[in-house]
């Protein structure tokens, strides 16, 4: 066998054994056992090589800044459970109500609001599918409208800080946690505003397809109003401030102020009154099958990563990377194209273990050179290449057939909204964060200018 094959061989048979079905930290680690056996039968790697695998997952399990991702799960999880959508949702929708797309708008505040409070997009989507859309269809909503602005607003999550896809992307390139939550801030909710800006020109071409809610449903006015908004909107937005202030302040890392934001959704739910041992048992089960399966697929894409390497998988995926056509701009959209498609089929957690660590070097190599002027151009380039990721794979959640937003919001939707319906109202939305994708990749200081302003390193 030819030795310069194993590589490509061995990347394409992880993939053929996810997209069969197989569990994905399986598949990676079994393909990573047959090859170790293929390269050491061919003498193109020692076995010697395998005894830095334990000292490897050790060092996962060591590793500080993975810690913050059962934290945020549990923070998330505990909100979701609080009624803290429900809450929003009633009270910005009274707030919004007399504007023609009200309904709309506030869905999309309520959007950013829970990705900056939860970060889990599925729980997001499935919430405000289950308490808005029935609303938004009774009072003449165009079902492809509702439909788009909640499996959209839902995905903000992925961008929006404090999200577990930048937690792990951040670990896996090597950056600072904090400066990815930094970096994603104007992005994140600039997208906010471009959904809004969405809503407000349908309503004005389209009256019908976005009307306002009828009087006699906005029971709240004036000073009542302004009132319950603050009770419903200011204690979630005090935990995000804590939780996201003291990160970008350098006063605690992401771990600990995930610790903080967990003990901080508990008493949320607290104030809500839905704190009890059955949702704090749900919740902490809840948080445990999900960092048991990142941990699993970690260790299983470590022992892949190991062999690949060993076989030289990762030179043949650099070299491969650097000799594109168009230098950095042919590695921008092979990267994303990539990252696109595979969004369609696997979970970002899988993306981020297989995909990210090979191509982070020829990532920090071909674009450090857009960032001259800072001090440390790698690293930047680095923050920048992560936030471009996460809103990647935000656009993919939404593509149809396969976007697992659209899945999310089918299970919950009411009979009368088809499946068609859903796949219609996402592609206004796909355009909006494919002219986010675009704008960030054109100019890159969306992303880094909030960095270089806060942060002496760059």
């Known amino acids: 066998m030819n030795p310069d094959l194993l590589g490509p061989l061995m990347f394409a048979a992880a993939f053929v054994f996810i997209f069969t079905g197989f569990p994905v930290a399986f ?148 950056v600072s946690v904090g400066d990815l939550f930094v970096g994603s801030l104007i992005p994140g909710l600039s997208l906010s505003a471009m959904y809004i800006l969405y809503v407000v020109a349908v309503a004005i071409i389209k009256p019908k397809a976005a009307p306002a809610l009828p009087p006699e449903e906005r029971d709240m006015h004036g000073w009542q109003l302004f009132k319950e908004v603050m009770l419903v909107m200011m204690p979630p937005l005090v935990l995000i401030l804590l939780v996201l202030g003291s990160i970008f302040a350098g006063i605690a890392t992401p771990t600990e102020a995930g610790a903080f934001g967990a003990l901080g959704a508990i008493l949320l739910a607290m104030v809500y009154r839905s704190f009890n041992l059955k949702a704090l048992i749900d919740t902490m089960d809840a948080t445990a099958k999900l960092t048991s399966m990142v941990m699993l697929i970690l260790v299983g894409s470590t022992a892949f990563s190991l062999v690949f390497r ?45 995909i990210i660590p090979l191509v982070a070097g020829p990532a920090a190599t071909l674009l450090a050179p857009l960032f001259p002027e800072a001090l440390e151009p790698a690293r930047l380039a680095l923050v920048w290449f992560g936030i471009m990721i996460g809103m990647n794979l935000q656009t993919s959640f939404l593509t149809p057939p396969f976007g697992f937003s659209l899945f999310y919001l089918r299970g919950v939707s009411p009979p009368e909204v088809s499946t068609m319906h859903i796949y219609r109202g996402a592609v206004p939305f796909i355009a909006i964060q494919i002219i986010g994708l675009t704008l960030m990749i054109v100019f890159p200081h969306i992303a880094t200018w909030l960095l270089t302003v806060t942060s002496s390193g760059y």
Do not use: C
């Open 27 to 174: 598949s990676l680690a079994g393909t990573a056992l047959v090859f170790m056996l293929i390269g050491i039968s061919q003498d193109l790697m020692s076995f010697h090589l395998m005894s830095a695998l334990p000292e490897r997952i050790f060092a996962i399990y060591e590793n500080y800044t993975l810690l913050a991702v059962p934290f945020f799960i549990f923070m998330g999880t505990m909100l979701e459970r609080s009624g803290l959508a429900e809450n929003l949702l009633k009270t910005m929708g009274i707030l919004f109500g007399p504007l023609r797309g009200g309904l709309a708008i506030s869905v999309v505040v309520v959007g950013t609001l829970l990705a900056a409070a939860t970060g889990v997009v599925g729980a997001t989507v499935v919430a405000m599918g289950l308490i808005s859309l029935p609303v938004m269809l009774r009072y003449g909503y165009s079902k492809e409208l509702a439909t788009g602005v909640i499996a959209a607003s839902g995905t903000l999550g992925q961008v929006i800080p404090p999200s577990i896809v930048l937690i792990v992307l951040a670990d896996q390139l090597g």
């Open 310 to 354: 060993g076989l030289y998988g990762d030179i043949w995926v650099e070299d491969l990377l650097l000799n594109l056509p168009g230098a950095e701009v042919g590695f921008l959209i092979t990267v994303n194209l990539i990252i696109f498609i595979l969004g369609f089929f696997i979970d970002f957690f899988e993306i981020a273990f297989i």
